[in-house]
């Protein structure tokens, strides 16, 4: 079974390595890169860069590269299921980013008001990935393994919506997740990568920033978003999240 990585980045990296070291031997990859090719990865621009012959020979095939890599999001998701072989999984890793900061709880049925242009494109890649019968997986805001966006909110000299409901997913918890499609042929279209519980803001990040001995200034306690983006496929498929609460 082979495996392609369009955008071998952090999560890429981390999903690869949790297929190794899950299943040993049982799987084959194909992993690109936006910059310079190394040992492991072709150099491929998916802007400027016919999509590579080797991804036709791949059973599921994950797309990683971020909005901001491409001229067009959702021209870059038809390029690449346009190259992809009839029988290939695509998996798109979306953002929770496409409901709006109003929409209060959201599962998987829930539709999409995106807010800002980024995540107007974002629903629209969506839609082109979902219209061809493939696959969607929004995370959450990811962190863990060395990715801490504490260290951000750390140099600010307020942070704002202190009561704001979180949704975010451990990096242990978000590479079983992109798994799913692999193992489950009744995986539904879209899943949810989020963990089941929504800290506010300041609880969250100030039991992060501890883990690193970061002091943060004050947090507004202020509410400006309701959104709480729920997992309703992992809550039915009993999955085990190994760090739910951020801990």
């Not at 999984?89 to 953002?95: D, M, N, P």
């Not at 966006?149 to 009561?163: C, M, N, R, S």
Request: glycine share 4%; charged share 25%; hydrophobic share 35%.
């Amino acid at each position: 079974m082979k495996i392609a990585l369009i955008g071998h980045g952090w999560l890429g990296h981390l999903f690869k390595r949790y297929l190794m070291d899950t299943y040993p031997k049982q799987f084959e990859f194909f992993l690109t890169r936006n910059l310079n090719s190394d040992s492991e990865s072709m150099a491929f621009n998916i802007n400027n860069d016919e999509v590579p012959k080797e991804l036709r020979a791949c059973d599921f095939i994950f797309f990683l590269i971020p909005p901001s890599k491409c001229d067009s999001y959702p021209l870059a998701i038809q390029k690449v299921l346009k190259a992809k072989n009839k029988k290939a999984r695509f998996i798109l890793i979306s953002s929770t980013s496409v409901f709006s900061n109003n929409q209060k709880e959201c599962d998987e049925s829930t539709p999409p008001q995106p807010e800002s242009q980024r995540s107007i494109n974002i629903s629209e890649a969506e839609r082109v990935a979902l219209e061809a019968h493939q696959w969607v997986i929004r995370s959450g805001g990811q962190y863990g393994a060395n990715r801490h966006p504490v260290t951000f909110l750390a140099k600010k000299t307020q942070i704002e919506g202190g009561l704001n409901p979180v949704n975010m997913i451990h990096s242990s918890d978000l590479v079983r997740i992109l798994a799913l499609p692999i193992f489950k042929d009744d995986c539904p279209q879209i899943i949810h990568a989020v963990s089941p519980h929504h800290q506010s803001k300041e609880d969250f990040y100030t039991n992060e920033a501890n883990k690193l001995s970061l002091k943060l200034p004050p947090f507004l306690r202020e509410k400006s978003s309701s959104k709480k983006v729920i997992p309703q496929y992992l809550r039915d498929i009993d999955f085990k999240f190994l760090n739910p609460r951020g801990i």
